[in-house]
């Protein structure tokens, strides 16, 4: 059963991806081995034409099918590489940002303030001060001392803000558990307490204000959720609050439902699977890890959701904040085999110069399919350990992935790096990738691989304290 599983030839063309006659891996019409030899590995490379085409869907789609207005921003925490960011604001996303790093690059880029909101559970007085300076649509409060403070920092600025209220609604979608979920009371501190009064609290505080304006409300319930259903289940247990706003006076003008659709090529692993990985080191199967559920689904959910919360005759704009599921699919990670070790009667290691120690940080908790570029049909018949270059026992992309026989000097490609990979990356002793975009059998530079002097620019070496005092 495993072997015929292993077996299983992955269809790489679910990615947008070709091969050529050498069975060698193409994205964007450009060959990765050329690429991989180009501009050196570890090396992120995005597919510009699909990357583009899912985020005008996604748009579209929702436009579709929700009745009212629709503003879909970006979760730049998601892939916040400048040039990665700008394809996707051409095609008429706008942006959700968390710090002000983000909202820097928001504005390097062209966004206008209007066409960014700002999230987060950490908002620093320079962050919401930047934020009432740069004029940006909606900034979602977090906390009630957070309510209290931007209203203060207003009006010692002369300043205006539109919010939304960050609800944490209590619950946890399939297959996640507290910490996972960012929507559950016990396990996550994000946004206002709904069980414990605190969105009621803050709707009475917003009386009193003269210079806030309430707008509506925000939840985010997670990342990777394959179920559409747990959409119109979190939007259901606003019923009441929903109810209390409108009898306390307020209108909802406004309702953003966050993130967290699933990418269709990789996943999450859930509670069980990762306990299961860590105690008997037990990868989940490839055949499991698409969910292609299209995003019509999840349209079709939040929208349903939507009707039965306000009514079809009333319902208020809708934001959506989704990250992977524009971005996953359409960046993949090349990594250079370095060294094949195997012990009698032990596993066989693929030593690489990327692992979760600087690069492949998601693949810790997520299942990512991986493909030899330079023999995509090679069989898979065995097992083998991906491991990174530094010198940690953690530093592993996968422990028991089925693999072909792999040799030194080979490429391989980490599929769906296009989410949570570059914001995880850490210079562990290693110089950071560049990043490229592929189109129509051309490429061209996003990011150039970090040098020495990158990573020591921020260093002094002072004069010892000692010699300055004598
Ligand atoms: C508030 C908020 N919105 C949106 C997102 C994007 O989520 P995803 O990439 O799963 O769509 C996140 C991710 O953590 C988030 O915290």
Redesign the pocket.
């Known amino acids: 059963m495993t072997k015929k599983r292993n077996n299983e030839a992955i269809d790489y063309r679910l990615w947008g991806l070709t091969c050529n006659g050498h069975g060698e891996l193409l994205i964007g019409g450009c060959s990765t081995l050329e690429l991989a030899a180009k501009y050196g590995t570890p090396l992120h490379v995005v597919n510009e034409s699909r990357l583009i085409k899912t985020a005008g869907n996604f748009l579209e789609t929702l436009e579709n099918i929700y009745p009212e207005k629709v503003s879909v921003h970006f979760?730049m925490?998601?892939n916040a590489v400048p040039g990665v960011v700008d394809m996707v604001r051409k095609t008429g996303l706008k942006a959700?940002v968390m710090s002000e790093f983000e909202l820097e690059i928001a504005r390097h880029i062209g966004y206008s303030g209007r066409d960014v909101i700002v999230?987060?559970p950490f908002k620093p007085d320079r962050l919401l001060n930047a934020c009432l300076e740069y004029g940006t649509r909606f900034i979602i409060i977090d906390s009630l001392a957070e309510l209290r403070n931007l209203e203060r920092l207003c009006v010692t600025a002369g300043q205006h803000a539109d919010i939304l209220l960050r609800i944490n609604p209590d619950y946890i979608p399939q297959g996640m558990n507290q910490g996972s979920a960012?929507g559950s009371r016990k396990g996550c501190a994000f946004g206002l307490d709904l069980k414990g009064g605190e969105v009621d609290e803050a709707l009475k505080a917003i009386h009193g204000m003269s210079r806030v304006k309430f707008w509506g409300f925000h939840f985010?319930i997670g990342?990777?959720i394959q179920n559409p259903e747990d959409y119109c289940k979190a939007l259901e247990s606003l019923r009441d609050i929903i109810a209390r706003t409108f009898q306390s006076g307020h209108q909802i003008e406004v309702f953003d439902v966050?993130?967290?659709?699933a990418a269709s090529t990789s996943r999450g692993m859930t509670t069980r699977e990762m306990l299961l990985y860590e105690a008997f080191d037990r990868l989940p199967q490839a055949g499991r890890t698409r969910s292609s559920i299209p995003i019509q689904k999840f349209a079709k959910a939040v929208t349903m959701g939507m009707k039965k919360l306000f009514g079809a005759g009333n319902l208020p704009e809708l934001i959506l904040?989704?990250?992977?599921?524009i971005a996953s699919s359409n960046q993949l990670l090349l990594l250079q085999v370095h060294q094949v070790k195997k012990r009698t009667g032990l596993k066989k290691w693929l030593i690489t110069d990327g692992g979760i120690g600087t690069v492949t940080m998601p693949t810790y908790y997520e299942y990512h399919e991986v493909f030899l570029c330079n023999d995509i049909n090679r069989t898979r018949h065995e097992k083998a350990t991906i491991t990174g270059p530094v010198c940690f026992a953690g530093d592993i992309v996968y422990r028991n992935k089925a693999m072909p026989e792999v040799y030194p000097g080979e490429i391989l490609a980490i599929m769906d790096s296009g989410?949570y990979f570059t914001a995880w990356e850490s210079s562990f002793g290693f110089a950071r990738p560049a990043i490229v975009a592929a189109a129509g059998g051309k490429h061209r530079l996003l990011r150039r691989r970090e040098e020495f002097a990158d990573m020591i620019a921020r260093d002094c070496i002072p004069e010892s304290i000692q010699t300055i005092t004598n």
């Open positions: 979760a925490k998601c959700e999230n987060g960012t985010h990342t990777g966050g993130g967290g659709f904040e989704p990250g992977r599921c989410a």
